[in-house]
């Protein structure tokens, strides 16, 4: 497809469960992102890859938080051990490496509920 | 650290009225690129424009304007005779460039209510 694509794009999960979300970014687009989306607020980073590289997981709440992307294409964000909290929408980004400035463009996003 | 303000939480409007959505940021970088987005009810959010920090030209898009003035760290957005179609909400952001962090730091977002 041409655009990010985002999978499931609802998952009920019950407490204590563990929860992967999957993104499939724009082919050929370097950069990938993960955002969360409590409801009613703007996004919040998490962690950024370039290709396979994790350079930035600073946004990562905890460490039951941990996101991959073992080939530089698609990423997997795994939640460990879901607390109530965790319920939002998780967003994926993807854009191209320039050296000036670049857009992000987002995926559907994945919302979570934890009961 | 950066930060985005959108003060305005929701506005509502008639169609046809021209609306101004306001974003101030807080950044100590030199070089940065603020942007605008838009996130219709269906929930994905939709790139508008980017603008980098040395460049205060404002730009007009169709029915679109942006107003940047770096003398009051604000990156303003009107839609001019708005439509039924607009209604979202619309949020700011910021990302440097100093630093190499990627990561944009959004605003809380302004959502609009165009009534017909």
């Known amino acids: 497809g041409a655009g990010v694509s985002q999978s499931p794009r609802y998952k009920v999960a019950k407490r204590g469960q563990d929860v992967a979300l999957r993104c499939d970014p724009i082919?050929?687009?370097?950069?990938l992102f993960w955002y969360q989306q409590a409801l009613g607020q703007g996004p919040e980073f998490l962690t950024y890859?370039?290709?396979?590289?994790?350079?930035?997981k600073s946004g990562l709440p905890s460490d039951r938080f941990f996101a991959e992307r073992p080939e530089g294409s698609v990423s997997t964000l795994k939640i460990q051990r879901t607390q109530q909290e965790d319920s939002a929408v998780y967003l994926c980004?993807?854009?191209?490496?320039?050296?000036?400035?670049?857009?992000?463009?987002f995926g559907p996003g994945t919302r979570l509920t934890v009961t | 650290a950066q930060k985005v303000t959108q003060a305005q939480t929701e506005i509502s409007v008639v169609e046809k009225e021209d609306v101004t959505l306001d974003c101030v940021y807080e950044?100590?970088?030199?070089?940065?690129?603020l942007f605008w987005y838009k996130q219709p009810p269906s929930g994905e959010l939709v790139f508008l424009i980017r603008?980098?920090?040395?460049?205060?030209q404002n730009e007009i898009s169709g029915r679109y304007s942006w107003n940047f003035q770096k003398s009051t760290s604000s990156f303003n957005f009107t839609i001019t005779a708005s439509q039924v179609v607009d209604s979202a909400v619309y949020f700011c952001?910021?990302?440097?460039?100093?630093?190499?962090?990627?990561?944009?730091?959004f605003g809380s977002g302004t959502r609009l209510q165009v009534q017909p």
């Open positions: 980004a993807s854009s191209e490496w320039t050296s000036g400035g670049y857009e992000q463009y």
């Open positions: 082919s050929g687009h370097v950069s």
């Open positions: 890859f370039q290709n396979e590289a994790q350079l930035d």
């Open positions: 950044t100590r970088d030199t070089t940065y690129y």
């Open positions: 603008r980098n920090s040395f460049d205060e």
């Open positions: 952001a910021l990302t440097s460039m100093d630093t190499g962090r990627r990561a944009l730091t």
